[in-house]
């Protein structure tokens, strides 16, 4: 059974910055793409960013010039930078993996921005 175990996420405030990290407990580097997505309370998950095997990335629009999304091979692990961070960013945020057209979830990393 394939595991992802998000850290990294927090109490901040309004234009602060975090990192989520999203350990596999897999190899990452073989096909497939890994993404994250969020969850705010009282709305439907959203997609937030996703990275392909060649590195390739989209973000939504909400996003954009805010977060990044990167992955080290080696340490079995995608990232997610936040930068800039907004009031609105507040949400569980869950790590995503697709492999062999299997999907696969973590449990989530709260991320609150407040002041």
């Known amino acids: 059974q394939v595991q992802l175990v998000e850290s990294g996420g927090g109490l901040v405030q309004p234009g602060g910055s975090l990192r989520l990290s999203c350990a596999a407990s897999?190899?990452?580097?073989?096909?497939?793409?890994m993404a994250w997505h969020r969850q705010a309370p009282g709305k439907e998950r959203e997609f937030v960013a996703a990275?392909?095997?060649?590195?390739?990335?989209n973000y939504a629009d909400s996003v954009k010039g805010r977060f990044t999304i990167s992955r080290d091979n080696a340490k079995n692990t995608v990232y997610l930078q936040m930068n800039s961070l907004k009031p609105e960013d507040t949400a569980v945020y869950y790590c995503?993996?697709?492999?062999?057209?299997?999907?696969?979830w973590g449990q989530g990393t709260q991320v609150t921005v407040s002041s």
């Open positions: 990275i392909g095997s060649r590195d390739n990335t």
């Open positions: 897999r190899s990452i580097s073989s096909g497939g793409y």
């Open positions: 995503f993996a697709n492999w062999n057209a299997q999907a696969f």
